[in-house]
């Protein structure tokens, strides 16, 4: 079996194994409430962290952005499901709000993507944060409404829409969408992310991938073998854009009311450090860091006063686990024991 065969299915266990795990211990009762009221958001951010290490960790272009992406697939999503209602099957309208969230994601991905990525570093980072925080406002200033006349739009309130009595309003401005009919469960968030695994997986071990980390390495000597850098950048980009539009509605069908101040620049930063944490170019790292970040605060809400203070250390304690040389060659050791990769210097299997 090949290391990147064997490498990946110990990463498909670990997300399978916690699916049961929790399985039980929910039918047994030991779950509380909170916890499983956090399940859904953890199989979202492990999707997002996992399609932004696409950019961030093997592209090599840093974006804050990703909440933006996130929420112009939230709201596509969830607003073709209120749309939708009863007069569509639930098995029908619920793959097509996620297919809706994440191809709308995906074209404003090629739109921020087509001039953006000609920027790198800071730049990039700036343009990407400008856009997550114009979509925000965009969607606050939004008020939408259908009734038998058909759909009415409006950018300054919801009284200039002149919809008819028994009209029904979609969008409400910065109230966002209400009245939501919740649709996600810990099994779709799973099924999710496994299907978030498998395209991105794929992608990094294919032709693609290896053309894309060599653009991350050294642009010139990767346009100097004939690579083209468009191309394969937007594919990253644009492929990390479609999965946080999934991770989106998977998001925003957990709750009765989708508001557009949830996507806001702290939301981006939040997913950065589930990356940053979990390390730059390591899928299952992202994995863990999201799933145990995203549990944290809950575990820690009952010291009110102390909650972010802890989480704070927790998170200064991690990244000095993760940069220490010692830490790191032990973890490369364990690593290469599961994996079958040998150890250069010491010849170790």
Known sequence: MKKTTRSNLITFAIVIVFYLVVQILSGAGVTSRSFEGQLVPICAYVMLAISLNLTVGFLGELSLGHAGFMSVGAFSGVLLWTV????????????????????????????????VLRLSGDYLAIVTLAFGEIIKNIINACYLGIDENGL?????????????????????????ITGIQKASTFTIGIVLVLITLIVILNMINSRTGRAVMAIRDNEI???????NLTRYKLTAFVMSAVFAGFAGVLYGLNYSSLVASRFDYNTSIQILVFVVLGGIGSIRGSIIAAALLTVLPEVLRGLQDYRMLIYAIVLIVVMIFNQSPQIVAWRKRIVARFTGKKDEKKGVA
């Open 152 to 176: 009415h739009f409006s950018m300054t309130d919801a009284t200039s829409l002149g919809m008819e009595p028994d009209g029904k309003m979609l969008i409400n401005g910065a109230m966002g």
């Open 221 to 227: 000597a990767a346009q100097s073998v004939g690579i």
């Open 84 to 115: 939708l209602g009863d007069s569509v099957p639930v098995y029908v309208a619920l793959p097509l709000a996620f297919i809706v969230g994440g191809v709308v994601a995906g074209i404003f991905g090629v739109i921020v993507g087509v001039p």
